[in-house]
């Protein structure tokens, strides 16, 4: 009886005010009876005649009147920031070098918006010591595109009419001078709007070259080489046998995603074509390779033959200086001769000259045989 008396005593306090505010601490206590009392008097049953409903009813009211000034203020903040707006998100693009690139801009204005409408792209090149460029402005009705000189007749809009909401742009033949940040403003007062684009140009491999370093003999050591001339890294390597005939060796398996495969004692099982294709985010590039392991050739005779071959270009080296200088002294002898033939012919014909007498001293004549 005691304890059915106690229970009577607890008020059964229901928590109406939950159903018009949602979200209150309270409202999971709906329907259940709970015991009143303070904290020092924990457990004291409060007189059927005394209620808290007042103050329930006073937090219920607070409560309420925090969310009506929180949606008030929403619709505030919201009222506040309705006009222009750009919808296309902030991204980063990746092309390749010599092809070209879409920059979206699309926007939205709203009919507060009543002023001129201007459109603006700049460049922020990755270089931070260079300053923002204009690459392209729409102010007047009219599109100025001669602003930044390496862009020159490579960048347009790709909308006739702007004012229908897309200010995106072409850039075409990228190049890597063209990497950096572009930025799209719109302005139409009182609406301003701008949203940021990361462009990155890649190489893409080209000008791949398979080959072999070193002796394609049976019992030697070499490798096979896979090099492209150019290409932005990271760049992936794939080997491939083309040929059925013969499978890859298993010590091959672990570089065949290498630019270099390493050969170990050789054997003619490894003859075949062999492709290598080279990747990288914007492209690809493949060679291929054709390998003839052979047996090993007579070194002894080869280097013989070496030999000989030299001997023999030693002798005909020799004998050709041998008959220079020999035809060298028989004209110099020559030479010498022919001048003691002429100096001694002189003598002889100086010691033959006489006098003829003909008549007459004054018919004296000098002749000379």
Known sequence: MARAAGASLLPEVTCFTCRARAGWDRAARCGRRQPV?????AGRLRPRGE????????????????????FA?????ADFTRGLSITTPEQMIEKAKGETAY?????????????PLDIEWL???????????????????????DYYQDLKGRVHFTSNDLKSGDASINV???????????QCKVKKAPGVG???????VLVKPSGTRCYVDGSEEIGNDFKLKCE???GSLPLRYEWQKLSDSQKLPTSWLPEMTSPVISVKNASAEYSGTYSCTVRNRVGSDQCLLRLDVVPPSNRAGTIAGAVIGTLLALVLIALIVFCCHKKRREEKYEKEVHHDISSSTLTRLMALQWYKYEGPLKNLKYCTV
């Open 37 to 41: 009392g303070s904290a020092r008097g």
């Open 51 to 70: 209620s808290r409903l007042p103050a329930v009813v006073s937090h219920g009211r607070a409560a309420t009147m925090a969310l009506l000034l929180r």
């Open 73 to 77: 203020l929403l619709c505030a903040v």
């Open 103 to 115: 920059l979206p801009c699309k926007f939205t204005l709203s009919p507060e918006d009543q002023g």
């Open 123 to 145: 460049l922020s090149p990755a270089d931070n010591q260079k300053v923002d460029q204009v690459i392209i402005l729409y102010s007047g009705d009219k599109i100025y595109d």
């Open 172 to 182: 075409t033949n990228l190049q890597l001078s063209d990497i950096g940040t572009y």
């Open 194 to 200: 701008n949203k940021k684009i990361q462009l990155t």
């Open 228 to 230: 492209p001339k150019e």
